[in-house]
């Protein structure tokens, strides 16, 4: 059984910085990429960002420039580094692998 618990997530006044986690446990059976999606209040799921696992990154073009995407292959956790937030990124943040998703954590970007 594979778990993703986030963390990290909160109350941030525009043109701050978060810096979210996601520790997997369990065994996948392939490396696989990490990816980082968001459901904003009244819209559908997006996806922001993406670890292969060698290392490549890519972006929603909505957070290049702003987000980077991280990960840490011996500890298996994911980050997601947050800066220049804007209120349009009030969302709930999953991170996930393969079919596996975790609960979410919850990012307010408000003054």
């Known amino acids: 059984q594979v778990h993703l618990v986030e963390s990290g997530g909160g109350l941030v006044q525009p043109g701050g910085s978060l810096t979210l986690s996601c520790v997997i446990s369990g065994s996948v059976d392939s490396p696989n990429g990490m990816a980082w999606y968001r459901r904003a209040p009244g819209k559908q799921r997006e996806w922001v960002a993406v670890v292969t696992p060698s290392g490549q990154k890519a972006y929603n073009s909505a957070v290049d420039g702003r987000f980077t995407a991280s990960r840490d292959n011996v500890t298996n956790t994911a980050y997601l580094q947050m800066s220049n937030l804007k209120p349009d990124d009030t969302a709930v943040y999953y991170c996930?692998?393969?079919?596996?998703w975790g609960q979410g954590t919850q990012v307010t970007v408000s003054s």
């Open positions: 996930n692998i393969q079919q596996f």
